[in-house]
């Protein structure tokens, strides 16, 4: 599946999308301690994933391609997950939610000079 244009952030959402319908879904070890850490639970994680719209591009990670989804979940809650966008499976590498320092708005990252 390494075969779609990790720039088209619509063809990697459609392709999460499909993933999180057959459940082609593979949750790191990390990603499970940060949902536990946040209380986000997995159902939780499926909604704002596969509602979401991807924040952040990183094509050319040193582990393969993946990217940032920003999503919600159904009760309003915010959530990123950053996850693999060329694999067979979504692999979920880290889940949280976004706020403040790093974060000005969920889909806003603030400024390393800002204060």
Same mark, same amino acid.
């Not at 986000?40 to 924040?55: F, K, N, P, Q, T």
């Not at 949280?96 to 400024?111: A, G, I, N, S």
């Given at each position: 599946m390494s075969d779609i244009d990790v720039q088209d952030f619509e063809t990697i959402i459609s392709r999460i999308r $499909?993933?999180?319908?057959?459940?082609?879904?593979?949750?790191?070890?990390? &990603?499970?301690?940060?949902? =536990? $850490?946040?209380?986000?639970?997995?159902?939780?994680?499926?909604?704002?994933? &596969?509602?979401?719209?991807? =924040? $952040?591009?990183?094509p050319e990670h040193q582990r393969g391609s993946c990217c940032l989804v920003c999503g919600q979940d159904s009760t309003g809650r915010f959530l990123h997950i950053c996850c693999t966008t060329s694999l067979e499976v979504v692999v979920?590498?880290?889940?949280?939610?976004?706020?403040?320092?790093?974060?000005?708005?969920?889909?806003?990252?603030?400024?390393?000079?800002?204060?």
């Open positions: $499909e993933q999180c319908l057959r459940d082609a879904i593979r949750v790191t070890i990390h &990603a499970h301690e940060e949902m =536990v $850490e946040e209380n986000i639970s997995y159902d939780s994680m499926i909604e704002a994933l &596969a509602g979401g719209r991807v =924040v $952040e591009n990183y979920i590498i880290t889940v949280y939610e976004p706020q403040l320092p790093k974060w000005v708005t969920p889909y806003q990252r603030r400024k390393q000079n800002e204060v």
